[in-house]
């Protein structure tokens, strides 16, 4: 059965913290609805109402763009392994670009990772679980090494060009404000 809370509790905070990948869904006024799957090691909890985490370069730069029209986010985690559980937290969110004053300080969470593009500081209204029964077993074996790789093929010059050209507007045209005061 669905149970919904106010704030994440001590065990709902472990739960998070031993989860290697998670689902974020945003959506702008109009157009598409967003969800992309995060891994690595890019998510804190602040407090039981508050979490950031680190997006890195992806394929596109929805969540940022949609956060500018519509601030509501859902993040997903679903235990893979162990006992089965789905958190749904819901609640709003900002994006944080490294031009922005809260970048030094929250970025200072995460190690240092070159295509870091945004921090989205996220304040969590209701957290929900639900019963996963499912969600199959799935086992971790290791982090893929193809971001890396891309990377060290790209380069900071590269990482930035990139951006420039897929990062820039959303599916649906809406601009992400990633290279604004370059």
Known sequence: MAKRYEKLSAELIDFIETQKIYFVGTAANAGSINVSPKGFDSLRVLTPNRIVWLNITGSGNETAAHLLQNDRMTIMFCAFEGRPKILRLYGKAVAIHPRDP????????????????QLVDFSIEMAQTSCGFGVPFYEFKQERDNMDKWLAAK????????????????????????LDEE
Request: no cysteine; aromatic share 10%.
């Open 102 to 117: 809260q970048w030094h300080e929250l970025s200072a969470l995460f190690q240092p990772h070159q295509s870091a593009r």
């Open 155 to 178: 380069g900071d010059v590269g990482i930035r060009d990139y951006w420039r050209e897929k990062n820039q507007v959303s599916l649906d045209g809406l601009p992400t404000h990633i």
